[in-house]
């Protein structure tokens, strides 16, 4: 059975930062490349970040550039989302998500991965 377990999310004021991790198991991490998305009420669930199953390739959502960063560490099974100087904007629920190719340094879609977390709550109050 495969399960992502997303944690790391809390309430935190804007310009602070937040360290989220996704522990995965039952599937090869190693071999998997992992993303982040989000989905704030109302709106559709969006891409975030993505990384190769080596760490070597990455790719970000224009609007957290410069201020995210996505890392893995396959020894552990798990994917982390450094964000910093956070805005009011990036209040979401957060998902880790996995798929079984790299398909480049691209903006994903939610339908190019097959599975999923359960979400972690970001609220950034200004």
């Known amino acids: 059975q495969v399960q992502l377990v997303e944690s790391g999310g809390r309430l935190v004021q804007a310009g602070g930062s937040l360290r989220l991790s996704c522990v995965v198991s039952?599937?090869?991490?190693?071999?998997?490349?992992m993303a982040w998305f989000r989905q704030a009420p109302g709106k559709d669930r969006e891409f975030v970040a993505a990384i190769s199953w080596s760490g070597g390739s990455t790719a970000y959502a224009d609007s957290v550039k410069g201020r995210f960063a996505i890392s893995r560490d396959n020894a552990k099974n798990t994917v982390y989302l450094q964000m910093n100087n956070l805005k009011p904007e990036d209040t979401a629920v957060y998902y880790c998500?996995?798929?079984?190719?790299?398909?480049?340094?691209?903006?994903?879609?939610?339908?190019?991965?097959?599975?999923w977390g359960q979400g972690t709550q970001v609220t950034v109050s200004s």
């Open positions: 998500a996995a798929r079984d190719t790299w398909g480049g340094n691209r903006r994903y879609e939610a339908t190019d991965f097959t599975h």
């Open positions: 039952g599937l090869t991490f190693s071999s998997y490349t």
